[in-house]
T-cell receptor, first 114, second 113 residues
Framework: DAGVIQSPRHEVTEMGQEVTLRCKPISGHNSLFWYRQTMMRGLELLIYFNNNVPIDDSGMPEDRFSAKMPNASFSTLKIQPSEPRDSAVYFC????????????FGSGTRLTVV | QKEVEQDPGPLSVPEGAIVSLNCTYSNSAFQYFMWYRQYSRKGPELLMYTYSSGNKEDGRFTAQVDKSSKYISLFIRDSQPSDSATYLCAMLHGSGNTGKLIFGQGTTLQVKP
């Protein structure tokens, strides 16, 4: 089991550029979550999908943020245009419904917008 | 007011000490209560979880949930330097067992040799 795989691990970009973060959930997991972690606000849920369908995107901060899950094994989080205040660590997590299985997190993408 | 409150610390203890970490919450609908451990520059990993009220023990770790007080605790016995990490409480918000996992701020723990 390779776990939840996120790419890239680090991203440095200039303000105004488009940023795309990628996530591959654990095979067989049908729920996927995008979180953002900062020192000030801790871990915040941005959006989650169940069976590839977005269920709750109330945590997405602005229209500059969008997320997709075109199939069960891939999801993207896009920021366009990026701003310095978007600098944070973005985590993807997945779980399987049907009994509590915990949520498995990836190693995160550390985003710096300069 | 945040749904889940956790003292961010930092907390520094000598090796072998008993550590007590706590969270309070406001939403009585929470049913699953979790503790995650996060090492520096890593993702959170599930340490323990409890469904509803009660205690759960796993080796040196004990989780307690008091739903009447909306208070959860994690105790670490015989703490080790390898326990140095950030500990995050988390609660499941939603029906069934999948939904919005709400985290506390995290408490940074340092265990000194």
């Amino acid at each position: 089991d390779a776990g939840v795989i996120q790419s890239p691990r680090h991203e440095v970009t200039e303000m105004g550029q488009e940023v795309t973060l990628r996530c591959k959930p654990i095979s067989g997991h049908n729920s996927l979550f995008w979180y953002r972690q900062t020192m000030m606000r801790g871990l915040e849920l941005l959006i989650y999908f169940n069976n590839n369908v977005p269920i709750d995107d109330s945590g997405m901060p602005e229209d500059r943020f969008s997320a997709k899950m075109p199939n069960a094994s891939f999801s993207t989080l896009k920021i366009q245009p990026s701003e310095p205040r978007d600098s944070a660590v973005y985590f993807c997590a997945s779980t399987r419904t049907g009994g509590f299985n915990g949520y498995t997190f990836g190693s995160g993408t550390r985003l710096t917008v300069v | 007011q945040k749904e889940v409150e956790q003292d961010p610390g930092p907390l520094s203890v000598p090796e072998g000490a008993i550590v007590s970490l706590n969270c309070t919450y406001s939403n009585s609908a929470f049913q699953y209560f979790m503790w995650y451990r996060q090492y520096s520059r890593k993702g959170p990993e599930l340490l323990m979880y409890t469904y509803s009220s009660g205690n759960k023990e796993d080796g040196r770790f004990t989780a307690q949930v008091d739903k009447s007080s909306k208070y959860i605790s994690l105790f670490i016995r015989d703490s080790q330097p390898s326990d140095s990490a950030t500990y995050l409480c988390a609660m499941l918000h939603g029906s069934g067992n999948t939904g919005k996992l709400i985290f506390g701020q995290g408490t940074t723990l340092q265990v000194k040799p």
